[in-house]
């Protein structure tokens, strides 16, 4: 009943004021980019907001809630002096929240403040809330397309009065879409939508109206809007005008001027090449789309890798119709080394002969990895050292996220105070990262498994979806089986908490996954992928991929016969292999706890070969010497005195 009340109070106040004109609404959102429950909220009030377009302006300030973004490129940053106003302006202490026409959400319905309570008809109402105001707003690029003039004219449809000098005509420049390749702050967003950019002639004080107007009175406006610095996208950019009045905030009337293309207009939209390759070359391919109102006839598109030129630039020709898209294949990429990797292009600002103004849109990156050589090193890992990723480990990111798989000193398992954490605490819910360990040969090798210890806890007494997976891939990438895969109360270890989720020893379990099913294949990845929930972190500590020799089924009939010699060894020994045919052959020595601390792959002709062994940092004790090929293996023991 009270929201009821509140409500009809609203409506009879623009009664009492004669308002005679249909309302295009204000809707303005305070959301912030290291606020996770803004990342979980606005993918659902987006479409709802773009299903409302017919009646409603949208803005959006991207607040220092729950703290400030340290990055000089976040939207906070860039305009920090007026959103920190618009804040004060309001009282507004939490994020998200909403404001319609500059009220309380629960006036027009909602149960509070926060914008997933915001539905279609919410909006509806206070649109209906007729206006004393009509606004006509018109704007028009300058020739070098880094100003806009706005112009317009104001007409009261009805007599209005407000108090002293309260009625002010607010003008902000907003970007339609924003699209970060790495999040800006760290609730993992990377498009932002109807971002509020920059006000004229500035926020407080806007342009001046008359506190009394009759009914038909006009008055006219004309702003030279120049574009800030950090404007990312010229296509993007949307002008909003609307009336308020400071005596009680209330937003009489919006406008909106909306986005225009410039004349020479390419947009690097999309690159795409294998997320994984165990290639030192690539191909990738980019999609460019004409955002202009010109046709694109020619353009030079520059590839990078990690910032750097890589492979030839392509000089395209054609004819790419205004709103068309064509992909392009760009000339490889090459010299790739083991890791992680970003690639990029830019297109050059010279379009059709023309310049080409928007160079916000110009680039696109993606990353990728490369996967080094692979080689028999079973994985021993509890992430002592301070290198992260451990040597020959990846980490993958696809969306660049700052909250993913990290070092941590605060905590481990078996008495450490280190081990590798993803934190689905922060992370935006759905992201998914992976944690590859190094690319491994098990040639030859029987009883394999992994093993690890895992912390996790939920933040909520119901517990989230965070979510652990071990996958194994045969093929470089191409396709993964997934081995582990819990989530939710089968993967946690601890109670909830709405802290940042810290294990102590006893909240530590053991896991071990049978790999059997990979014994003796040449090349074996194994990951974690860390998925989030929007629960609490999730911990990783003393990872090891180890193999044994139970039960050598196979043995290749190439092999005539395997000798050691010496045998004992003190600094070297010699393995003697004589093969019927010619055969790639993997000498492997493993030492009394699995791990394999040397390898080698020959190309061996047929008849008598020799394959030396310095065996001098070998500690005293009993190895296993491994010689396979893809059809079977012997196992040798050696003997290592000092």
């Excluded at 027009?108 to 926060?114: L, N, P, V």
């Excluded at 009759?214 to 993007?236: H, R």
């Excluded at 045969?474 to 909830?496: E, H, I, S």
């Excluded at 003697?576 to 055969?583: E, I, K, R």
Aim: proline fraction near 5%.
């Amino acid at each position: 009943m009270k929201k009821t009340t509140t409500l009809l109070s609203f409506l009879a106040v623009g009664t009492v004021a004669m308002a005679q004109s249909p309302r295009m609404s204000l809707y303005e959102e305070f959301t912030g980019e290291n606020c996770g429950p803004c990342a979980a909220t606005n993918p659902q009030l987006d479409p709802i907001l773009a299903g409302n377009s017919n009646n409603t302006v949208v803005l959006k300030w991207q607040v220092a809630i729950p703290s400030a973004p340290s990055s000089p490129t976040s939207l906070y940053q860039q305009n920090k002096a007026e959103i920190d106003a618009r804040d004060a302006y309001y009282s507004i202490n939490s994020a998200p929240n909403g404001r319609q026409d500059g009220q309380s959400q629960t006036v027009f319905g909602s149960t509070s403040d926060h914008p997933g309570y915001i539905t279609s008809a919410r909006l509806d109402a206070s649109a209906a809330v007729t206006s004393p105001f009509t606004i006509v707003m018109n704007r028009a690029w300058n020739a070098t397309f880094d100003a806009i003039t706005v112009t317009g004219t104001i007409t009261a449809t009805g007599t209005y009065t407000t108090t002293g000098t309260n009625l002010k005509f607010r003008l902000v420049m907003a970007e339609k879409e924003i699209n970060y390749a790495v999040p800006p702050g760290s609730n993992g967003e990377t498009q932002f939508h109807h971002v509020a950019r920059k006000s004229f002639p500035d926020l407080a004080n806007g342009t001046a109206m008359s506190n009394t107007w009759a009914a038909a009175q006009t008055q006219t406006f004309s702003i030279v809007c120049n574009l800030p610095s950090y404007i990312w996208d010229k296509s993007q950019v949307e002008m909003v005008g609307f009336i308020q009045d400071d005596a009680n905030k209330k937003v009489l009337q919006s406008v909106l001027a909306a986005a225009a293309p410039l004349a020479n207009d390419a947009a690097a939209t999309a690159a795409s090449l294998a997320s994984i390759t165990c290639s030192t070359s690539l191909v990738p391919q980019v999609t460019v789309k004409n955002n202009g109102s010109n046709a694109i006839t020619s353009m030079t598109i520059n590839p990078f890798v990690n910032g750097t030129a890589n492979g030839a630039s392509v000089n395209w020709s054609g004819n790419l119709a205004v709103g068309a898209s064509t992909t392009i294949t760009m000339n490889p990429i090459t010299g790739l080394t083991a890791g992680s990797k970003t690639f990029s292009v830019s297109i050059a600002s010279s379009v059709s002969g023309a310049t080409d103004y928007n160079l916000g849109n110009n680039s696109v990156t993606t990353t990728f990895a490369v996967i080094g050589a692979y080689t028999a090193n079973t994985t021993v890992e509890s992430f002592s050292t301070t290198t992260f990723p451990p040597t020959n480990w990846i980490v993958v990111n696809p969306d660049g996220n700052t909250n993913t798989w990290s070092r941590v000193t605060s905590a481990g398992s078996q008495s450490t105070t280190q081990s590798a954490r993803y934190p689905a605490y922060a992370a935006p819910e759905g992201d998914a990262d992976d944690f590859i360990l190094p690319p491994t040969s098990l040639t030859g090798f029987s009883a394999v498994k992994l093993t690890f210890d895992v912390a996790s806890a939920p933040y909520s007494s119901t517990p989230e979806d965070d979510q652990l997976q071990v996958k194994v891939s045969t093929d470089c990438g191409a396709t993964w089986t997934t081995v582990y895969d819990k989530m939710g109360a089968a993967l946690n270890t601890a109670p909830a908490t709405t802290s940042n989720f810290i294990p102590n020893a006893t909240q530590w379990r053991s896991e071990t996954v049978d790999l059997n099913a990979y014994a003796n294949k040449p090349n074996v990845l194994v990951k974690f992928v860390g998925i989030s929930g929007y629960g609490n972190n999730i911990y990783i500590d003393q990872v090891n991929l180890t193999a044994g020799f139970t039960s050598v089924k196979n043995i290749d009939e190439n092999f005539k016969s395997v000798e050691l010699f010496p045998n004992p060894a003190t600094s070297q020994t010699s393995v003697n292999v004589n093969l019927a045919n010619a055969s790639e052959v993997t000498v492997t020595v493993v030492n009394n706890v699995g791990q394999i601390i040397f390898q080698t792959v020959s190309g061996l002709q047929a008849g008598s070969n020799t394959v030396d062994i310095d065996t001098k940092a070998y500690a005293a004790g009993i190895y296993n010497v491994v010689v396979a090929t893809e059809n079977g293996s012997v196992v040798k023991k050696l003997s290592v005195v000092k």
